[in-house]
């Protein structure tokens, strides 16, 4: 008996002096599977990223309303001091933005009377859903924000996110009750533009600076700086004319493009519902998300997919 | 002796406050900053906890829940998956093959071991996420990163210290 004893406790000492370096190495050996699987299988993670943020989203909404009261308190005080000048400016523009109004009335006027001689399409309805910015998680390498609105509210993949300066970026993972929209910023973000008066078609895409780069423009495009970029609504998910930001410089082959969107005071988000009628519609539902996630990015503007850019960050 | 509910729930909340600390850091991460550009250099909270627990409380700190807390810390970034839980199970794996060197060991030599730990650890994760995205990534915004993570690690640790006392009564 003592002999049997004496024989697992030999054959168990060293397992068990050896079982923090194998569950060490297990568990990276396991960390390691996962990366690969988030490289081919991204349905799977995707669901436990959902699950996550889902399970996340109630704190950090709860978290975040103080740290938001505390950011408006230091702003509004930054705004007493310089009221005089602010109600100087916003006077003048005021002044201007009448102006713009009178002729913005008149273009539409005449828009709605040509559409009406060429019997055009109507523009798809636009349905609005603005929610709150709770997360901000991205760290180093993802430019990302989580919203508290999802599948509840009618969010779905790839819609639209603005402010009410201009483009934010798309949803990019939709959970219950919160999503993730990936900034344009993202090194993984490319969407469809046009650029300038004379409507260059280009793709911007993000590289995780604050200004992303306009690629795949044509050899004959002339852009300037100052020149405005809009989304182009090719794709179909995003609707056409959102306004995404100014191209700030021009050099040696290489167009940067500054958004819009104050980054630093984005506590709210409205995210576009554009009922696109008939076939893009039922598209949606055979589509898997991840041919979803394409189409609403790059599918429709014949680019040579770049490595790992068709995947979800 | 037999404990009656509530102490054992008590025990089981002391046991779990490492966990649950290392866990609340990586959400409050992900907590919005009034200036977003900044949270690209946040200092990686958890990694400072993955660190602390490991050196001082290692038995209420097992590898599998590092593993999980990792795995949440990518799932909620969105960024590769796998990266933060292979990150912050070297470092713990590290700390513990080199535990003989912080028996005893003043403050300053720990948070200099901090520094040359989590140098490491930031320098695997840049590595894996440039092998996953299959790209060169910037090493610039990660380099920043752990310089504030080094920077804030003294304020950090000694919180954990009082929470540490004020559960292991």
């Known amino acids: ?313 | 002796m037999k404990l009656t509910f509530w102490q054992r729930l008590d025990v089981v909340v002391r046991a779990l406050f490492p966990c649950l600390i290392t866990l609340m850091l990586v959400v409050a991460s992900a907590l919005p900053l009034p200036a977003p550009s900044l949270s690209h250099i946040m200092p990686m909270l958890p990694l400072i906890a993955v660190f602390y627990w490991a050196v001082y409380k290692p038995d209420l700190f097992p590898l599998w829940a590092v593993f999980l807390i990792g795995l949440v810390q990518d799932l909620l970034s969105g960024g590769p998956i796998g990266v933060s839980a292979i990150a912050f199970l070297s470092l713990q794996a590290a700390v513990n093959a080199q535990r003989r060197r912080f028996v005893s060991a003043s403050f300053a030599k720990i948070w200099l071991l901090f520094s040359i730990f989590s140098a490491a650890a930031f320098a695997l994760m840049w590595l894996l996420i440039s092998f996953s995205m299959m790209l060169f990534v910037d090493p610039m915004p990660l380099l920043f990163q752990f310089l504030l993570t080094v920077a804030v690690y003294p304020c950090f640790a000694w919180l954990m210290v009082r929470g540490q006392r004020a559960f292991e009564r």
């Open chain 1, 1 to 313: 008996m003592s002999k049997l004893a004496g024989s697992v406790s030999r054959v168990a000492t060293p397992i068990k002096a050896w079982w923090p370096r194998i569950a060490f190495i297990f568990l990276i050996s396991v960390a390691f599977a996962l990366m690969l699987l988030g490289r081919s299988d991204a349905l799977l993670i995707e669901r436990a990223r959902v699950a996550v943020m889902d399970g996340v989203a109630p704190f950090l909404d709860l978290l975040v309303r103080p740290v938001d009261t505390v950011g408006d308190a230091i702003a509004s005080a930054q705004e007493m001091a310089d009221l005089r000048a602010e109600n100087q400016r916003l006077r003048s523009q005021n002044e201007r933005l009448l102006h713009w109004e009178a002729a913005a009335h008149r273009l539409d006027a005449e828009n709605e009377a040509l559409r009406r001689l060429t019997k055009m399409a109507p523009d798809p309805r636009m349905r609005y859903v603005s929610a709150r910015v709770v997360g901000d998680p991205g760290g180093a390498f993802v430019r990302s924000v989580l919203i508290n609105a999802g599948d509840r509210e009618g969010i779905t993949r790839g819609q639209a996110a603005v402010t009410g300066e201009g483009l934010v970026g798309r949803i990019a993972e939709v959970g219950q009750r919160s999503a993730r929209v990936l900034l344009l910023t993202d090194m993984n973000s490319r969407i469809p533009v046009v650029v300038g008066g004379r409507r260059y078609r280009a793709v911007l895409g993000g590289d995780n600076t604050a200004q992303p780069a306009l690629l795949y423009l044509g050899p004959t495009a002339e852009v300037l700086p100052g020149d405005r970029v809009a989304t182009s609504g090719h794709g179909g998910v995003f609707p056409v004319g959102v306004p995404v930001g100014l191209v700030s410089q021009v050099a040696d082959g290489t167009i940067k493009v500054r958004p819009f969107v104050d980054w630093d005071h984005m506590e709210f988000l409205r995210v576009l519902d554009y009922e696109l009628p008939g076939i893009l519609r039922s598209l949606d539902k055979t589509l898997t998300g991840q041919a979803l996630a394409q189409s609403s990015g790059t599918a429709d503007v014949s680019t040579p997919p770049r490595g790992g850019e068709s995947q979800e960050p």
